[in-house]
């Protein structure tokens, strides 16, 4: 028996550290996106989609659906919490980890595993069948293992050890911090590739943390293998630091079927929607 077609409006929402993605789409109609500048506070976030609503006119009663993929959090209370700020928004509203949606939409809904780093770093893994765990995210205080900003600040400490501590203070009490030391990460792995010897310890320490992250995942849920893997996240855009994760990883005897993202978090986040209206 298909499935029945949703008449409102379904809405899928990605909150990145920099983007708010938001895609709709009525029925079988074509997908609406929208692109806006994202606030790191999440307390802005329901006042920020409210003007989207404003803007398009829509009214609770228009959504049927509303699924967020929210960065910054991932236990049931987090996004329970955040779902009761939209409440107002939509018929249906909930709130996934980014991570999540990034996982569904780049392997589908199948078991696998996720490795996204950009400015912070988290693998995330599925059985196929609602088990869910991660490895890493922890923030750049105490995690974020092979992400832009840990390849920063590995470069930072470099410095500060050769003695280049105006440098290094000047990126340390930049008013965004997290950001700015995320932003060297292009040159290190620039130097990297070119040979530099510290620049190579530097992504290769990187590399295999991100792989042993990989590891824990995919035993905690004890994945079969081959296990499809995906990554998402502007470090790992890089093809040389990719590659060198892939190679990382299969030192670890993980045996993998790695493949390029299929879509992107957002369109994951509209294809729950669009079930959760059914």
Known sequence: MAAPIVRRNCVGVDVGGTWVRVAARRGQGRVTT?????????T?????????????RWRRRDIAALVVASRALWTRPERRALALT????????????????????AIGDGPGALVLAGTGSIVVAHDGR???TR????????????????????????????????????FVHAPDAVGRIAALAPGVLARARRGDRAARAITGTGQARLAACVSDA??????KAPIHLSWAGSVLENPWYRSGLIRALARTGVRARWRAPAAPPVAAALRLATRLAR
């Open 130 to 132: 609602g088990g869910w």
């Open 218 to 223: 995919v035993h905690a849920l004890a994945l």
């Open 34 to 42: 929208i692109v806006t500048p994202a606030d790191r506070d999440l």
């Open 44 to 56: 802005r976030l329901a006042p920020l989609l409210r003007a989207i609503w404003q803007r398009r």
């Open 135 to 170: 490895a890493g995210g922890l923030g750049p205080l105490v995690g974020d293992e092979g992400s832009g900003f840990w390849l920063g600040r590995e470069w930072l400490r470099l410095l500060a050890g050769r003695g280049d501590l105006h440098t290094v203070l000047r």
């Open 86 to 105: 939209l409440r107002g928004l939509a018929q249906r509203v909930e709130v996934i980890a980014d991570a999540q949606a990034a996982l569904l939409g």
